[in-house]
């Protein structure tokens, strides 16, 4: 078994991205988050984002909301952000408030600014393969690590469990591509799915994004298959100070005997998301002065 070091190769791609960014001359990139509420998770997320940001040499701006913020005053200010030319990345961060629908703020996003991918013109662009598609970070990142892992995909069985506009449906397209990684036979699992032991069992790489904890056991999972764990789920633990530990979709200690690769939670998906939102970030600035 060889556990994807995620930390390490997010760190790997920081420094890269840092050599980048101060071979820059005349200006730098500069990324926008806006956050609405005081939602703890988005406030941690918001957090690490910045501090990784600065560590590079981006600019991050950040824009406060209340939860009582409508949804036509936000999309101002989204409107705002994409007019104007100091700013090369915008990232909404979710959750938002109940009371605004999520597709059509991101989807306002001016598509050479959304560097979370989320907007429909770049998942579009990702269907077609174009290069330059703003891929959704999570994805992104899930394939760099395959990418640099050097993981076969072509002619490889990938199953992914979850088919949100976030993770499942375009890691999945990104398994179709031409060339590496890419050239996979992919299937798509979801709650509805029956018989999900029958897709699993014969996967050569499995990818976990449904958001139940510790969901995926050892009789599900094929000797020398691939485990890309997306899930990030706490579950009780009283010998924790916290209360709580974090595990992923994936029951890691049954598993990960049986696996070729397989990525940790933490330390493995999740440092790659900010990584690749970095990387996003770049070539908005490069697309926005070429």
């Not at 938002?96 to 560097?115: A, G, M």
């Not at 510790?214 to 579950?235: H, L, P, S, W, Y």
Request: aromatic share 6%.
């Amino acid at each position: 078994m060889d556990l994807i070091n995620g930390n390490e190769i997010a760190q790997e791609i920081i420094e890269e991205l840092k050599i980048e960014v101060s071979a820059i001359q005349g200006g730098k990139p500069c990324v926008v988050f806006i956050r609405v509420g005081e939602d703890p998770a988005s406030v941690s997320y918001v957090s690490k984002k910045e501090k990784t940001a600065e560590k590079i040499g981006i600019e991050s701006r950040l824009q406060l909301y209340p939860n009582s913020i409508s949804q036509d005053e936000l999309l101002e200010e989204i409107s705002l952000a994409n007019d104007n030319k100091e700013v090369h990345g915008i990232l909404v961060q979710a959750p938002l408030p109940d009371h605004i629908d999520e597709r059509t703020i991101f989807n306002h996003v001016s598509p050479s600014k959304d560097v979370d991918g989320f907007n429909a013109f770049n998942l579009g662009k990702l269907c077609q393969e174009q290069e330059d598609a703003f891929i959704s970070c999570t994805p992104a990142g899930i394939i760099e690590l395959i990418k640099r892992k050097n993981i076969t995909t072509e002619g490889k069985h990938v199953v992914v469990l979850g088919r949100s506009l976030i993770v499942g449906k375009p890691a999945g397209m990104l398994f179709l591509r031409k060339g590496f990684p890419g050239n996979a036979t992919v299937t798509f699992c979801h709650s509805r799915t029956p018989d999900l032991e029958n897709h699993t069992r014969r996967a050569d790489i499995i990818i976990a994004a449904i958001g139940k904890p510790q969901f995926v056991t050892k009789d599900m999972v094929k000797e020398g298959a691939t485990i890309i764990d997306v899930g990030i789920n706490r579950i009780e633990d009283s010998n924790k100070k916290s209360g709580f530990r974090l595990v992923g979709d994936v029951d890691f200690e049954q598993v990960a005997p049986q696996t070729k690769f397989i990525t940790p939670v933490p330390g493995g998906v999740g440092p790659m998301t900010v990584a690749m939102l970095m990387k996003n970030t770049v070539q908005a600035f490069k697309g926005n002065h070429s």
